[in-house]
Each structure stands twice: as C-alpha cells, then as structure tokens.
C-alpha cells in the first residue's frame, strides 16, 4: 500500500470510528432522551414553518426517526466502501460482499444492544430499515466508484491514442 493510501485508510478509520461512536451514543439514549431529541428536532423544525399542532408533530416525529435511521446508516455504508476501495487484495464482489455483511451485522447489534436500555427495545423494522439505508449507501458509493474508474480510464486512453 502506498503512503497516500496508508494516510487515507487511517484517516478513514478515526471518521469511521467517530461516526461508530456516534451511532452507538444515539442508540444508547434511554427512551426518554431519545424521545426528547426527535421532538425538540421536529419543533425547530415546524417553528421554521409557522407552527404545529400535536398531530404535525408525531407525523414529523415519526418520519424524522426513520429519515434518522436511512442516514445514519447511509453513511457507513458510503464509508465501508471507501474502505474496502483502498485495500487493494480483493475483488470488488468481495469485497462488496464484505461491506454488505459487515453493515447487517452492525445494524443487527445496534437494535440487539437496545433490549439492555430502559424505554427502548428490539425491532427487526428498525434493523431492516437500518441495513436499507447502508445497502443504498453501498450501491451509491460504488456507482460513484465506478464512474470514476471509467472516467479515468477514458482519460487516459485519450492521452494514449493522441
């Protein structure tokens, strides 16, 4: 590995494990905090548009903690990628597969960690929703990927034939 690469992967490694970190703390809210927290998010929220009622806000509330969910795991997913880009050992259906794999585990375990916080609980919705969100971020980073690589490579056979 290079020392460009080596620098990128360590440097990807501390954003991974603060984004891992922050996840696991948004997780480990009790049921009360983690209520707390969606609310006073959607009331900034709906202020920003004139007021709400009680029904706007458990509308927007449930759709926030959802929309929480995608993203949160959106980003790992975009991150394993990156990752896996730099180690330069496996195919890409490998390590592909690795990102899948490594992202359910990971979406798996942050609801099974939950059954041990009073007011939360277990949800397989919330597991799938979570792998969901990584797997778009998965497909998306590797599109991006991909696109590079062509571009680049139509880069350089241009160079080549002038």
């Known amino acids: ?9 360590w440097i990807l490694a501390v954003f991974t494990f603060l984004w891992l970190g922050l996840m ?16 006073w998010i959607c009331k900034k929220i709906l202020a920003l548009f004139g007021g709400y009622n009680a029904s706007d806000l458990a509308k927007l509330n449930s759709v926030l903690r959802k929309a929480a969910h995608l993203f949160l795991f959106f980003v790992l997913g975009v ?16 390590k592909t597969l690795f990102c899948f794999a490594a992202c359910l585990v990971i979406a798996f375990f942050d609801e099974a960690h939950k059954v041990l916080i009073p007011g939360r609980h277990f949800s397989f919705s919330e597991s799938l929703l979570d792998f969901l969100g990584a ?13 590079i690589r062509h571009i680049s490579s ?5 160079v080549i034939v002038k």
Request: charged content about 20%; overall charge positive.
């Open 154 to 158: 139509a880069n350089r056979r241009r």
């Open 135 to 147: 797997a778009v971020g998965i497909a998306s980073a590797l599109l991006v990927y991909r696109l």
């Open 24 to 39: 696991l703390f948004l997780s480990s809210q009790n049921g009360e905090d983690t209520r707390g927290l969606s609310e």
């Open 79 to 94: 991150m394993s990628v990156m990752w896996t880009v730099i180690i330069p050992r496996f195919s890409v259906a490998v």
């Open 1 to 9: 590995m290079t020392l460009i690469k080596r620098k990128s992967f």
